[in-house]
């Protein structure tokens, strides 16, 4: 019969044998965190924040790089011609995993399975928001006057293919209205537009608008998620403004170079998922309208799980980018 010593010892090791068998794979140099646009922004923000806590718990550094263009096809094509060995993952978006393969074609100059997912870190609403002097306060304000002006307003998005941009289509198709779309080089222009009143609407993630929204140089409608965004919790969803069916988040992730060695995988995709169940990291995402993945049961993250949520996504917007002909010329 084992002693209460040796049940004791036993029972010490166990962290210390969990710890290796998740870690057969540790980096041997600094991880570069490829981010495929320019510094500021919801995706940089996440990014950073990723870095952050991968490098406490890889016990290496995790290095940001930004390498914009294209709409993100120039950063998430570099890592898709990396060595597959861990050390250049890419801090991929709703556009370069999902929406950019429908809008750039052939255009596009990597493939979906030249990438491997690895996590998923967050889901982010958009927020639709018009200028102060546009005369709606609702949804249905909107439509109706879109329905009246028959394509006389205009909308601005951060770029064609980014989520704003294919989710504003979305709401077109789905209330049956016409607006002009006004692609921006990023969220920042797109909102100084806005604020200024050269456009007349506008759809952004909700951590690049909320302080616009707040301080009121913009006036929101709704949020596309599947319920309240806890930052602006006085907002109506889309579905609960009169769309329903109506919901879409951008979201961000990791991906690697596909050949990645399945230990290398396995530990990057562990660690990933015990990120977003850290309450600190719940907390600072929660900061600026942030949702957990939920991809398993406990409410985290899988390679397995964020593969299946990619391929889904890619469907949908395949389906959006097709009916309402957003293309890259």
């Known amino acids: 019969m084992p002693t209460r010593r040796t049940l004791l010892a036993a029972t010490l090791a166990l962290p210390a044998v969990h710890a290796r068998a998740q870690g057969a794979w540790t980096p041997t140099r600094p991880i570069r965190l490829i981010i495929p646009f320019t510094p500021a922004g919801t995706t940089d923000l ?24 294209a709409g993100g096809n120039v950063g998430a094509d570099f890592v898709a011609k990396s060595d597959p ?41 958009n927020v639709l928001m018009v200028r102060k002097d546009l005369p709606v306060s609702s949804i249905a304000e909107l439509t109706a006057l879109a329905k009246a002006r028959n394509g006389g307003l205009n909308y601005g998005t951060a770029g064609i ?13 789905m209330a049956g209205i016409d607006m002009t779309h006004v692609p921006y080089r990023g969220s920042a222009p797109m909102l100084t537009e806005l604020i200024a009143g050269r456009v007349d609407v506008g759809m952004d993630n909700i951590p690049s608008a909320l302080a616009h929204c707040r301080e009121g140089s913009v006036k929101p409608l709704a949020t596309t ?105």
Not at 56 to 67: D, F, H, I, K
Request: aromatic share 8%; charged share 20%; with cysteine.
């Open 161 to 173: 293919g980014s989520s704003p941009h294919v989710c504003t289509e979305l709401y077109k198709i």
């Open 85 to 125: 060995d861990g050390h250049t993952l890419l801090l991929t978006t709703i556009g370069t995993g999902a929406i950019n393969f429908a809008v750039y074609g052939d255009k596009m100059p990597y493939k979906p399975q030249d990438l491997v997912a690895v996590g998923l870190f967050i889901r982010v609403p």
């Open 225 to 329: 998620g599947l319920r309240r965004s806890s930052v602006l919790p006085n907002l109506p969803t889309m579905q609960e403004a009169g769309q329903p069916g109506f919901e879409t988040t951008a979201w961000f992730g990791i991906l690697a170079p596909a050949g990645l060695p399945a230990p290398v995988l396995a530990r990057l995709s562990h660690e990933i998922d015990a990120i977003v169940k850290e309450p600190a990291f719940h907390a600072r995402m929660a900061e600026f309208g942030g949702e957990m993945p939920a991809l398993t049961p406990d409410g985290g993250s899988s390679a397995a799980g964020f593969e299946s949520f990619i391929a889904a996504e890619r469907t949908k917007w395949a389906d959006v980018v097709r009916r309402s002909g957003a293309k890259v010329e």
């Open 46 to 69: 996440v990014g950073r924040i990723g870095a952050e806590r991968l490098s406490a718990r890889l016990g290496q550094q995790v290095v940001v790089e930004n390498r914009a263009g």
